[in-house]
């Protein structure tokens, strides 16, 4: 068919005012971790309501420091378990593994999130985190989550890869958390080329945090450069610790787009709802719905439908290129020691589509990307 291809997603800059974002880390002399980067966490903290919040180079980085830092500072042994999802990105799940920890997958229920009664069954006497993942920026049953943990002495880590400007009860995701980890990669709603933003609620966690994110340096470089006294220049090394940090460039970019991002993600909500008028009523395709007790950021808009692997390439075959979020992670062969009976997470793992969602589609393109759906289902 001759037409231009909708993709999935198309990161969207404001090139010229991310440029000249940039423009000034060069004139400063200061790409790495310093000035900018240090601004992007003040101004996350005034944006989302969290105490602390330490830019690195992913939302991988900060998992693993999250997990790392929890184990070290609450005394965790090798073998204690974290209740997670398998159905997200499996950067989550390594983060348990590089922990030495272990991964007990619940099911989820119809918003693609941890389901709490799936949860309840799987807490044992080993049981020391849950991992939350706000699937799309869906809260699903989150409030539900936090009460059974907050009860059980049970840290909650929030892995809010989707949730850049997600609010519930009236305040963005994050501060109730243990932990919440952000990601700024380029198809995010934040996008930058790779950043992330990790959040612990504790400071002794997020002091560590920024130490095991450098190396265990007890000083970073902007510290030492900018420090006083001859021997500014002087540092320990107190952890094993890793090469974690984010860099002013990424901030640069992160700065200029956190100033749209409320707009661009009401956005993203309008253009859902227009796929919620096209699609509604349809036999052969389920909306994944929205919880009720959040303002999503709508990273992503979900259907379900039944053969969905000739649907896609049906899509495919219109110029349509939609996406699947995610395969279930216990069908790889990384988590083959860790088998589960997830049945709700198996089944959304072989139904769900991702439709095409970010700022560059027309209304007309949203128009034919939902006919071109409605057709492939017939």
């Known amino acids: ?79 204690d378990e974290v209740i997670t999802t398998a159905l997200t990105f499996v950067s989550t799940n390594h983060a348990i593994l590089y922990c030495g920890l272990t991964p007990v997958f619940a099911d989820v229920d119809e918003y693609l999130c941890i389901d709490p009664a799936s949860l309840l069954e799987r807490i044992t006497d080993k049981t020391r985190a849950v991992m939350f993942v706000g699937i799309g920026g869906n809260v699903g049953r989150y409030l539900e989550v936090l009460e059974i943990c907050r009860s059980r002495g049970i840290a909650v880590i929030l892995d809010a890869a989707h949730m850049a400007g997600t609010r519930i009860d009236g305040h963005h995701v994050g501060p109730e958390a243990d932990v919440a980890v952000f990601s700024f990669q380029a198809v995010k709603n934040l996008p930058t080329a790779d950043s992330g933003m990790v959040c612990f609620a504790d400071d002794a966690d997020d002091a560590l945090a920024r130490r095991l994110s450098w190396l265990g340096i007890s000083k970073d470089t902007y510290e030492r450069t900018h420090g006083g006294g001859a021997y500014k220049w002087m540092y320990d090394v107190d952890e094993l610790g890793y090469k974690y940090n984010g860099n002013s460039i990424m901030a640069a970019l992160a700065l200029v787009a956190l100033k749209y991002l409320d707009d661009d993600n009401a956005e993203r909500r309008r253009i859902s709802a227009l796929y919620d008028s096209l699609l509604g009523g349809i036999d052969g395709i389920e909306r994944v719905p929205m919880s009720t007790q959040c303002v999503p950021s709508r990273h992503l808009y979900q259907v379900r439908v039944a053969d969905r692997d000739r649907v896609m390439m049906d899509l495919n075959e219109r110029s349509v290129f939609a996406g699947v979020h995610y395969r279930d992670n216990t069908e790889y062969g990384v988590f083959a020691a860790y088998p589960a009976e997830v049945p709700h997470t198996r089944a959304a793992s072989n139904s769900i589509i991702s439709l095409p969602l970010h700022l560059g589609l027309s209304d007309e393109d949203v128009r034919y990307v939902a006919e071109s759906l409605i057709e492939s289902v017939r």
């Open 1 to 79: 068919m001759n037409r231009t291809p909708i993709q999935l997603f198309v990161p969207h800059f404001r090139i010229d005012e991310s440029l000249d974002a940039v423009r000034t880390c060069m004139e400063r002399g200061w790409t790495g971790l310093g000035f900018m980067t240090v601004d992007i966490e003040q101004k996350w903290k005034e944006y989302t309501g969290v105490k602390n919040a330490h830019f690195v180079n992913s939302n991988t980085a900060g998992l693993h420091l999250a997990l790392d830092v929890l184990k070290r500072r609450r005394g965790w042994a090798d073998g």
